[in-house]
């Protein structure tokens, strides 16, 4: 089944790590973008991608890091100077010209800074 | 600034019933388009429905459906024959395209909780 795979579901970091999340799709879908979820907050962008070898920041993209160079991948890295990392993580694609009808999202990884 | 406000944070229903869920968003645009995310427990998203703003007729989706006025800035989502199943989070969310690609601007968030 075509779908997004984020791994792992849970993530545990110690201060001053960095850690990276998997995300990697088999939908052959040109843009991947990455969101953060905070309870009572709506979605928030951090990173995206409409190519291979390029990505943009988004709206909350200070302390994070990404690749694009396979179409089917889109890591994000969250470094240590993110200072508040513990949050859930989503993880979406689409094709380039479906974009207006809506993502496919992953099921997200969970991080916790312990 | 394009804001989406969604001013239940949780709601209940029997199972059974209709409830509708309210989202109101402010822009200046006259394109863009509209959606309405479910995230069960398992958290992964899945879009409902959605609605493109120059189309004046409601969309429907099987027992979903929304009330779109755009003049009032107003996009509710109503779920019809209440399912357990629907039991999730409720995400409204605007998208319009500027500079070259797209960008959604997600409201916070009703809880629904459908009851046996």
């Known amino acids: 089944d075509g779908g997004i795979t984020q791994s792992p579901k849970y993530l545990f970091r110690k201060e001053g790590q960095n850690v990276t999340l998997s995300c990697e799709q088999n939908?052959?879908?040109?843009?991947m973008y990455w969101y953060r979820q905070d309870p009572g907050q709506g979605l928030r962008l951090i990173y995206y991608?409409?190519?291979?070898?390029?990505?943009q920041k988004g709206d909350i993209a200070e302390g994070y890091s990404v690749s694009r160079e396979k179409k089917e991948s889109f890591p994000l890295t969250v470094t240590s100077a993110q200072k508040n990392p513990t949050a859930f993580y989503l993880c979406?694609?689409?094709?380039?010209?479906?974009?207006?009808?809506?993502?496919?999202f992953g099921s997200g990884t969970r991080l916790t800074v312990v | 600034a394009q804001t989406v406000t969604q001013s239940q944070p949780e709601m209940s229903v029997q199972e059974a019933e209709t409830v509708t869920l309210s989202c109101t968003y402010d822009?200046?645009?006259?394109?863009?388009?509209l959606f309405w995310y479910k995230q069960p427990p398992s958290r992964q998203m899945i879009l409902v429905i959605r609605?493109?703003?120059?189309?004046?007729q409601n969309a429907t989706e099987n027992r979903f459906s929304v009330n779109f006025q755009k003049a009032a800035k107003s996009f509710s989502l109503k779920i019809s024959d209440s399912q357990l199943g629907d039991t999730a989070m409720y995400f409204c969310?605007?998208?319009?395209?500027?500079?070259?690609?797209?960008?959604?601007?997600f409201g916070t968030g009703t809880r629904l909780k459908v009851l046996a």
């Open positions: 822009t200046s645009e006259n394109n863009y388009y």
């Open positions: 939908l052959n879908h040109d843009a």
């Open positions: 969310a605007f998208m319009k395209h500027a500079a070259g690609t797209y960008k959604y601007i």
């Open positions: 991608s409409q190519i291979v070898n390029d990505f």
């Open positions: 979406a694609s689409s094709g380039r010209d479906r974009v207006p009808y809506g993502y496919t």
């Open positions: 609605q493109e703003a120059y189309k004046q």
